[in-house]
């Protein structure tokens, strides 16, 4: 069974950081995209960032560009998301993801199979 697993959420002060992580088990990601997903209150949930298994695409949502850093070690079975300069805005409960099927071109962003359970972040201002 495929778990994705996501810890470093938390409360922190707007400007502030925090490092996400997520690892996964029961199968291998080495060959599929990865990313994140998030959920504010009331919202909708929305596309954060993901890379593609070779680390060649990333991309990410235009709200968090030049702050948040999506990285992965296909070997450790890991993506992690380093955000910087937080704002309240950016309070959620934060998902990894993983794609099942695999790309050689820029992966689509709404063919996210896999899911975790979630990390809340919260932002205060």
């Known amino acids: 069974q495929v778990h994705l697993v996501e810890s470093g959420g938390g409360l922190v002060q707007a400007g502030g950081s925090l490092r996400l992580s997520c690892a996964a088990s029961?199968?291998?990601?080495?060959?599929?995209?990865m990313g994140w997903f998030r959920q504010a209150p009331g919202k909708e949930r929305e596309f954060v960032a993901h890379?593609?298994?070779?680390?060649?695409?990333?991309k990410y949502a235009d709200s968090v560009k030049g702050r948040f850093t999506i990285s992965r070690d296909n070997a450790k079975n890991m993506v992690w998301l380093q955000m910087n300069s937080l704002k309240p805005e950016d309070t959620g409960v934060y998902y990894c993801?993983?794609?099942?099927?695999?790309?050689?071109?820029?992966?689509?962003?709404?063919?996210?199979?896999?899911w975790g359970q979630g990390t809340q972040v919260t932002v205060s201002s």
């Open positions: 993801v993983a794609d099942s099927a695999s790309y050689l071109s820029d992966p689509p962003i709404d063919g996210y199979d896999y």
């Open positions: 029961g199968r291998a990601f080495s060959r599929n995209s």
């Open positions: 890379m593609s298994w070779t680390g060649r695409y990333t």
